[in-house]
């Protein structure tokens, strides 16, 4: 039940030509990855878990943090450097003002921000009909957030609806 309405190949496609066409000349090489790859290359057919394609900025560091935390949970992860994030998440519908500093798509579903992976996990296993999941702006200790003292912020991850309304997913940080 997951994004019916457009495969995850559809997806990948879109994002490429929106990646090429708004990014800089820097971005071909990124596009023809995303081109590349599908949900079916992505998955294998043992209990492994789906390719993660990354958007994100060259210049951002808590991305890269994001990025590792996912891959310590066992995700394969792909990385596209791009300064055309805002016209990426119009197209993918996630709403205004849920926003973060990179945006992802998994198994169909759009991830925006700094969401846990075992969130990812659970959209991933239960595969409800929505968008997909978003947590605005950036929380200190989400992860890619941490801080030296262990603090975590508390933060709420949000479902995306179709129609962009969005409910709350899980709690952190309480």
């Known amino acids: 039940m997951r994004h019916r309405n457009v495969p995850a190949a559809t997806l990948v496609v879109a994002m490429a030509a929106l990646v090429s066409a708004c990014a800089p000349a820097s971005a071909p090489a990124a596009v023809a990855d ?3 790859t599908t949900s079916a290359q992505a998955t294998t057919a043992t209990s492994a878990l789906p390719q993660v394609e990354v958007f994100k900025s060259p210049s951002c560091g808590c991305c890269s ?23 990426l998440r119009k197209q993918l519908g996630i709403p205004y003002g849920k926003g973060s500093c990179h945006t992802a798509m998994v198994d169909g579903y759009v991830i925006e921000g700094h969401v846990p992976a075992a969130d990812i996990q659970r959209l991933l296993a239960e595969h409800p009909n929505v968008r997909g999941l978003a947590l605005p702006g950036m929380p200190a200790g989400s992860p890619g957030m941490e801080v030296p003292d262990g603090h975590v912020q508390a933060y709420t991850v949000e479902r995306i609806e179709h129609d962009g309304s969005t409910r709350t997913w899980a709690v952190h940080g309480r």
């Open 34 to 36: 995303a081109r590349a």
């Open 65 to 87: 943090g994001w990025v590792d935390h996912l891959r310590q949970a066992g995700f394969p992860v792909r990385v596209h450097e791009t300064d055309a994030l805002e016209p």
